[in-house]
């Protein structure tokens, strides 16, 4: 007996909705393509509790006649494409007729279309034809959502809150909106008007209304190609920059798209002025002959494929390296929210037995020569450090071994000995590891005494990042992070807890933030290891810095204290050893 069997019309529609439609930010996106294919400059959409209740688009599109509307309803019906030729040549941004048919059969279904001379209404509940009708609709399309996934309970089950799944429709609408400015978009959640763009075809108004006008004065205008792309959009210049590489949007033949290659090699330029961590904004969209790119790649049509992937990466780089050449690039200076004071480090005072703060000095004490010390003729660097309170630890902590300390070499590198042999210290990795190992115990326990700000943090995200920020905030609170709703879509920090003194308090927060939108939680431990090395590193001794002998003893003296002197915090080592035996060796004293 046969056991194999043709599934009927409705489960194949639930399956394939299982592919494509996994949020109600797949139902949006879907929708408001078509409406794109159909040369609509007028887009609305309406959400409410999220699109859970209820997702509506209407366009000013070319609309439908009676028999197109009745047939978008079947599997694999479309307009777009007729045959193989076509899809190796997609030119639309829906191609394979899936979308509505499987959308219908997970939610109740109202389709009115109007091409200008016919008019229908179409209701599908759950996949199963109800009724139409005509109705008064004039040129275009309005569609009706209601009842998503009330006949797939498991899937209803994921979802996430309101918000959240909100922000996800959110932020396609804002991609699509960079994709195409010439579009007048709207969005609605439950009745209210949360974003719009004017349609007049400035992608630099539009890029002002989702990051704001600071953001859109400091971006830059890119426009490079050659015989096989063209690529023009808008990159930000240095100072202007962000905690994830999100805010790279990359198009392709305005498509949105997450193109690794495309993103990772504009980032690869940006490593070389950025800090670690930090990302450019970035709106690109690449112009391509269809027939050299494929996006029947996967299912949501987010990825692509070139067929001269190499040559647009060096494309890209190249393009973005000479655009940031071709501007002054010097940061502009800002109001500082703390002023930061600078200190001349008393290295014996960073000893683990003192427990008196470091003495405020404003002025640069001159270092002792000795003479063994060469004589240079340039300034000597002046070497500062942060404000460090009194260390928790009081008692003095067991040196591992005593090293003497004999000789500095080219201001970077120290030279110590004792009876085993001969040591050679990086003085500044070595002062890392002490000073990571000293913060690290000073902030061992969260002080959550609060301090206001002279001057209140301000920051500022896109309306999909800020809706989910709002929701989470609860648990910044819980390290003293106190968000305050300050715009439509920005906070203020005034004040903030004792543990983040002489941290740079607006990457710190930032970081803590961008890991509450990917992750929906914080973890304070991580974020606050980083926080510390980074502090040890910029507390630290610079290369080409003359120390005097006591000084060097001391850095000699304090690292021999750190319960793992061996490698600074980001795994180099500090300290290298000669035996008395190995030297002899290289001197060819012994065989």
Not at 148 to 164: D, E, G, H, W
Not at 354 to 379: A, R
Not at 385 to 409: D, H, L, T, W
Not at 503 to 532: G, P, T, Y
């Amino acid at each position: 007996m046969s056991i194999i069997r043709q599934l009927d019309e409705v489960l194949s529609n639930k399956i394939a909705a299982g592919e494509v439609i996994e949020r109600p930010a797949n139902v949006v996106k879907e929708l408001v393509e078509n409406s794109i294919d159909a040369d609509a400059n007028k887009i609305d959409v309406y959400i409410k509790e999220g699109g859970i209740e209820l997702i509506e688009v209407v366009d000013n599109g070319k609309g439908m006649d009676y028999e197109d509307a009745h047939l978008c309803f079947s599997r694999h019906a479309t307009s777009k494409i007729k045959d193989d030729h076509d899809l190796f040549c997609i030119s639309t941004l829906g191609f394979r007729g899936e979308a509505i048919p499987s959308i219908a059969s997970i939610s109740h279904f109202t389709l009115k279309t109007s091409n200008g001379e016919e008019s229908v209404q179409i209701e599908y509940e759950f996949g199963k034809y109800k009724t139409d009708h005509k109705t008064d609709l004039k040129k275009g399309t309005d569609i009706k959502v209601e009842k998503l996934f009330q006949n797939v309970p498991a899937r209803l089950k994921y979802l996430k809150s309101v918000n959240t799944e909100f922000s996800a429709i959110y932020q396609y609408i804002e991609r699509l909106a960079l994709a195409y400015p010439e579009i007048s978009f709207s969005l609605y959640h439950n009745e209210k008007m949360i974003f719009s763009t004017n349609g007049k075809g400035q992608l630099l108004e539009v890029i002002s209304r989702i990051y704001g006008i600071t953001t859109a004065k400091n971006m830059i205008s890119v426009s490079f190609g050659n015989d096989e792309f063209q690529i023009d959009g808008y990159i930000s210049k240095i100072d202007t920059s962000r905690s994830s590489k999100s805010h790279i949007i990359t198009l392709v033949n305005h498509r949105y798209v997450r193109n690794i290659m495309s993103i990772d090699a504009l980032n690869s330029v940006y490593r070389n002025y950025l800090a670690d961590n930090r990302f450019p904004i970035a709106v690109i969209n690449i112009e391509v002959d269809p027939y050299l790119v494929d996006v029947n790649v996967h299912p949501s049509k987010l990825e692509v494929r070139f067929s001269k992937e190499y040559e647009l990466r060096d494309l890209i780089m190249d393009g973005v390296s000479q655009a940031l050449e071709n501007v002054n690039l010097t940061y502009q200076v800002k109001n500082r929210t703390t002023e930061r004071e600078t200190f001349k480090p008393n290295l014996d005072q960073m000893s683990f037995d003192i427990v008196d703060t470091i003495k405020e000095s404003t002025s640069i004490i001159k270092e002792e020569k000795e003479e063994y010390v060469p004589e240079v003729k340039k300034e000597e660097p002046k070497v500062t450090i942060q404000q460090v309170q009194k260390p928790i630890i009081k008692e003095k902590r067991e040196m591992k071994e005593k090293i003497y300390a004999k000789a500095q070499i080219h201001g970077t590198y120290l030279i110590g000995e004792n009876e085993k042999g001969m040591y050679l210290v990086d003085q500044h990795a070595a002062q890392e590891r002490i000073n990571y190992e000293y913060f690290k115990e000073k902030y061992s326990h969260l002080d959550l005494t609060m301090q206001p700000l002279i001057a209140p943090l301000q920051f500022e995200y896109t309306m999909s990042d800020f809706l989910v920020i709002n929701e989470s905030k609860s648990l910044l609170d819980e390290v003293g992070i106190h968000l305050e709703v300050f715009s439509q879509q920005g906070f203020v920090v005034r004040e903030l807890p004792m543990w983040m003194k002489n941290i740079d308090e607006k990457i710190f927060i930032e970081e803590m933030i961008d890991q509450l939108l990917s992750d929906q939680k914080i973890d304070v431990m991580a974020l606050r290891e980083h926080a510390i090395a980074t502090l040890s590193c910029k507390a630290s001794l610079k290369a080409n810095t003359y120390l005097s002998m006591m000084d060097m003893q001391t850095i000699f003296d304090n690292l021999m204290c750190c319960v793992n002197p061996y490698v600074c915090p980001h795994g180099r080592p500090t300290i290298l050893f000669y035996s008395d035996y190995e030297l002899e060796k290289l001197f060819k004293r012994v065989v």
